[in-house]
């Protein structure tokens, strides 16, 4: 399987951008697919995730009323809209994958993905 994020790019502060992750290779819809970031000299961290079958989603804390993800299953999409972004949001965004099944949990820690896609440079500055 394997995983193509796109969408990011130089935004001003306050203003909107929607990543989206294609799917290629998968046989099924029981996976997870997450969104994590990564801003210079710090750790990745998750942003968002969802159970592709069921739609059940997760969100880091503070991330919940600025962000949005979704899935398109029949264009085998995994978008992450983001909203009034600042320069903090600056990072490179990736999207991972790993089998599972349905249900209320949501995986959201790195190291529970084991298909990584290239990332995508979000870059939010004046």
């Known amino acids: 399987v394997q995983l193509q994020a796109s969408g990011g790019g130089l935004v001003k502060p306050g203003g909107s951008l929607r990543l989206s992750c294609a799917l290629s290779?998968?046989?099924?819809?029981?996976?997870?697919i997450g969104w994590f970031r990564q801003a210079p000299g710090l750790k990745r961290e998750v942003v968002s995730s969802i159970n592709y079958n069921d739609g059940n989603t997760y969100y880091a804390d503070s991330l919940e009323h600025q962000f949005t993800i979704s899935r398109d299953k029949g264009k085998k999409l995994v978008y992450l809209q983001m909203d009034s972004l600042q320069p903090e949001d600056t990072a490179i965004y990736y999207c991972?994958?790993?089998?599972?099944?349905?249900?209320?949990?949501?995986?959201?820690?790195?190291?529970?993905?084991?298909?990584w896609g290239q990332g995508t440079q979000v870059t939010v500055s004046s």
């Open positions: 290779g998968f046989t099924s819809d029981y996976y997870a």
């Open positions: 991972a994958a790993v089998r599972y099944g349905s249900g209320p949990y949501v995986p959201r820690e790195d190291w529970q993905f084991d298909t």
